[in-house]
């Protein structure tokens, strides 16, 4: 409704005689309205009129609005009321009826100009605010964009220094490559982050697909290991999304690590769905499994991951394969509040 009184305002002629013209126009067809329904409203010589002035008030103006309800009163006077055909009203109380509805023919008026007055400055400051979050939304993507091109540049460096530090350093190297995996994570997420309502999401599928993608091409490259995802579509808010793609990276390299020794083939399946208790991120391989207890490697990507199921509320157990390989589930609570007053719209 609010869309189709724009039209049409904007629709409409701003000259003056126009306007008046028209409204001259709507007051002479009502009037053949009124004249064509006389023997049903012969006792309101009036009632058809108003609307008129009402319609007429809104459209144009105050000037308009006062035009039409003199016009309409004196047609009443000439065509509704005795004695007919003059401008002359002779009974007392049908002059009181006349001066009545000149005087709530004006206010009509002038209560239909101030309601438009309103709409209009209504609409000047929903117009202003759109522009002011479109362009709060410009500097927030200029931001990301900003800070992406920083963790890029941060991983590049961290890059470097793991060449430098050569073969003989493995273990620092590995937490280099493992720091870098992780700000990688985030810049994905910084690449996908949109706003919705004032809260900034990330779609699940777009950004676990992206990241097996990046990791099939970086990581695997021509080793004989496939890497497949399987995700439903969720929103996840950004703090949930850099914590689920560190997880899921986390354990995606690990499986490539060492669950496939000496170009073994095989297979990393990656899901990620909601359920009735939650979200579920699930990780399996058919590579060698579990060959120990205790974590292979630093054990640092072991204790992040426990961490951030923590912040998540949730829960992330690794456990052996009935046949073969490695799974590890992650559960969370899904499509918590964006805010603690229930505003803004529902994230996972």
Same mark, same amino acid.
């Given at each position: 409704?609010?869309?189709?009184?724009?039209?049409? #305002?904007s #629709?409409?002629?701003?000259?003056?005689?126009?306007?008046?013209?028209?409204?001259l126009?709507?007051?002479?067809?009502?009037?053949?309205?009124?004249?064509?329904?006389d $023997?049903?409203?012969?006792?309101?010589?009036?009632?058809?009129?108003?609307?008129?002035?009402f319609?007429?008030?809104?459209?144009?103006?105050?000037?308009?609005?006062?035009?039409?309800?003199?016009l309409? %009163?004196?047609?009443?006077?000439?065509?509704?009321?005795?004695?007919?055909?003059?401008?002359?009203?002779?009974?007392?109380?049908?002059?009181?009826?006349?001066?009545?509805y000149?005087?709530?023919?004006?206010?009509?008026?002038?209560?239909? &100009?101030?309601?438009r007055r309103?709409?209009?400055?209504?609409?000047?400051?929903?117009?202003?605010?759109? @522009? @002011?979050?479109?362009?709060?939304?410009?500097?927030? &993507?200029?931001? &990301? &964009?900003?800070?992406?091109?920083?963790?890029?540049?941060?991983?590049a460096?961290?890059?470097?220094?793991?060449?430098?530090?050569?073969?003989?350093?493995?273990?620092?190297?590995?937490?280099?490559?493992?720091?870098?995996?992780?700000?990688?994570?985030?810049?994905?997420?910084?690449?996908?982050?949109?706003?919705?309502?004032?809260?900034?999401?990330?779609?699940?599928?777009?950004?676990?697909?992206?990241?097996?993608?990046?990791?099939?091409?970086?990581?695997?490259?021509?080793?004989?290991?496939?890497?497949?995802?399987?995700?439903?579509?969720?929103?996840?808010?950004?703090?949930?999304?850099?914590?689920?793609?560190?997880?899921?990276?986390?354990?995606?390299?690990?499986?490539?690590?060492?669950?496939?020794?000496d170009?073994?083939?095989?297979?990393?399946?990656?899901?990620?769905?909601?359920?009735?208790?939650?979200?579920?991120?699930?990780?399996?391989?058919? %590579?060698?499994?579990?060959?120990?207890?205790?974590?292979?490697?630093? %054990?640092?990507?072991?204790?992040?991951?426990?961490?951030?199921?923590?912040?998540?509320?949730?829960?992330?157990?690794?456990? $052996?394969?009935?046949?073969?390989?490695?799974?590890?589930?992650?559960?969370?609570?899904?499509?918590?509040?964006? #805010?603690?007053?229930?505003? %803004? $719209?529902?994230?996972?």
């Open positions: 409704m609010e869309e189709f009184y724009r039209r049409l #305002s #629709s409409l002629p701003r000259a003056a005689w126009a306007q008046y013209g028209i409204t126009l709507l007051v002479g067809l009502t009037a053949l309205v009124r004249h064509a329904l $023997p049903l409203l012969f006792k309101y010589p009036f009632l058809l009129f108003i609307p008129t002035i319609v007429v008030a809104l459209l144009f103006d105050r000037g308009s609005g006062y035009l039409a309800a003199a309409s %009163g004196l047609c009443a006077a000439w065509l509704f009321m005795k004695p007919e055909g003059m401008l002359w009203v002779a009974e007392p109380g049908d002059r009181l009826a006349f001066l009545i000149l005087g709530v023919g004006f206010g009509i008026a002038g209560g239909a &100009h101030a309601l309103a709409n209009e400055r209504l609409r000047e400051y929903s117009d202003r605010l759109a @522009a @002011a979050n479109e362009e709060k939304d410009l500097m927030l &993507h200029e931001i &990301h &964009h900003r800070i992406r091109n920083d963790l890029q540049q941060i991983c460096q961290l890059t470097l220094a793991a060449h430098k530090a050569g073969a003989g350093a493995g273990a620092e190297q590995d937490i280099v490559s493992g720091t870098i995996e992780r700000i990688g994570v985030l810049a994905r997420v910084y690449v996908r982050l949109r706003r919705v309502e004032g809260v900034n999401i990330v779609s699940s599928k777009d950004f676990l697909e992206s990241l097996v993608e990046d990791i099939q091409l970086g990581v695997v490259g021509v080793r004989p290991v496939a890497v497949i995802a399987e995700v439903d579509d969720a929103d996840l808010d950004m703090s949930v999304a850099v914590a689920v793609g560190t997880i899921a990276n986390e354990l995606i390299t690990n499986a490539l690590k060492y669950a496939f020794p170009g073994r083939a095989g297979r990393i399946e990656l899901s990620f769905c909601k359920e009735a208790s939650g979200c579920v991120l699930r990780v399996c391989d058919d %590579g060698v499994g579990m060959l120990s207890e205790r974590p292979q490697g630093t %054990g640092l990507g072991g204790r992040i991951m426990r961490l951030l199921a923590l912040q998540l509320r949730g829960s992330l157990d690794i456990e $052996p394969r009935p046949e073969r390989g490695v799974k590890a589930t992650l559960r969370f609570p899904c499509c918590q509040a964006a #805010s603690p007053a229930g505003d %803004g $719209p529902a994230v996972c």
